[in-house]
Every structure is written in C-alpha cells, then in structure tokens.
C-alpha cells in the first residue's frame, strides 16, 4: 500500500487520523506547520510500528506544500488517501476581519485545500483509486463564525467539483463534517472521528457517501 498523507496533522483529529491508517498498515506522512507538531505525530504512528515521514509545511505556502506532498511520494509512492485537516478556527462577527484578515483565513480554510487536491487528484484519477478526504464543519452557516463559515462552505463546493470531476475515474472525495468542538472523552473525541476518515477510504464505490456529520 501506498499509504496516507495528512495535511495539518495536529495533536487533535490530525493525530488521530494519522494513527488510525497506520493501524491498518498504512505508511504515513505528516504534514504539519511546525518541526515539533510533524514529529510528534509521527512519533505516534512510528510506535505503532509502522513508517513515518515528518514533513513541515504552512498549508497557504504552495510551493512549501507542494514539495512536502512531493517528498511524500518520494518516499511512499503515490498516496491511496491524503486528507485536509488544516484551517483557521476563530471566532469572528461581520465587521471583526480585516479583508486581509478573511484573505489569510480563506488561505488556510479553502486554497491550501485546492493546493493539496490539485496536486494529487489528478494522479489518482490516471491510476484509477484513490481517496481525497477534508474536514468539514459549520453544517448551518453561523453570523458569529463568518470566516470559518464562509470556508467550510468553500470547501463543500470543492469537493462537488472534484467529485464532478473525477469520481467517474475512480477518486472518493469526502468531506467529515464536525458539528462541535473535538474533545477527548466526549462524542467528539477525534479517535471517534478518525474512525469515519477510515470507514469513507474503505467504502465500496457503489456505497460511497461525500459528507458524514458529526455531532455532539
């Protein structure tokens, strides 16, 4: 196998994730902003005993992102799943941000998604497989959340296009859709939620589903 790249691999779901393929065998890559958050998560995945690569990236630097996607498949070959989890949660009224301000958090919330599927996409399409994953959220837009709902409504967008796109050729593209603030020890708990990354990777074509909802 392949294995798994996931972008904006943090302590939270990210981790969680990240562990979870591993579990099954899956090589991964680890993208994260910072040397330590890369390494700690592959530390995780490393003591399951399987292979892992730190990589450090910022999400709205493309060529940073792009040569990190690339050293990953240097190393393990074209990915069978790579998986968005980077974004910028805040809270924010109308009025708060500045257009700079929505620009950055549209950056890290939807174009480093477009960055990462434009990158990859494309070759699962050509092999004919592949899983394209983001976390979602803000299943019901709110006014004290503009910029994080504007983009995660940015990204359900994406994925109808990618899946207009290149479902037919065989890509699964999903969104895992989390209604709440992810916590350890509540129905939230991203070990829970990264067992839904696995379970849309693992579907059958004809049963695909393109968004799960979680919520508390």
């Known amino acids: 196998m392949a294995g798994a790249i996931i ?9 969680s994730v990240a562990v979870r393929f591993a579990r099954e065998g899956l090589p991964v890559a680890v993208v994260a902003r910072t040397d330590r958050t890369a390494g700690d998560v592959a530390g995780a995945v ?8 730190p990589l450090t990236a910022d999400a709205t630097d493309e060529t940073a992102l792009r040569s990190a996607l690339d050293a990953a498949r240097q190393n393990h070959g074209d990915p069978d799943v790579v998986v968005y989890n980077a974004a ?9 941000l500045t257009a700079r301000g929505h620009l950055d958090a549209w950056a890290v919330n939807v174009v480093g998604a477009i960055t990462t599927a434009a990158h990859v996409v494309p070759s699962m399409a050509e092999r004919g497989s592949g899983t394209f994953i983001v976390t979602g959220g803000m ?11 504007l983009g995660k409504a940015g990204l359900r967008t994406l994925l109808a296009m990618l899946d207009a ?16 603030p992810v916590a350890r020890g509540t129905t939230l708990d991203p ?6 990354y696995w379970r849309l990777h693992t579907q059958p074509a004809h049963a695909w589903q393109h968004e799960v909802t979680l919520a508390p």
């Open 7 to 15: 972008v904006g691999a943090g302590p939270g779901i990210g981790r």
């Open 191 to 196: 070990d829970t939620i990264a067992e839904q």
């Open 88 to 96: 910028l949660i805040q809270p924010d009224a109308l009025g708060d």
């Open 139 to 149: 299943p019901a837009p709110k006014p004290e959340y503009v910029s994080l709902s």
């Open 165 to 180: 796109a290149y479902g037919t050729a065989g890509v699964h593209v999903a969104t895992v859709t989390v209604d709440g």
């Open 46 to 53: 490393h003591e399951i005993g399987v292979p892992a690569i």
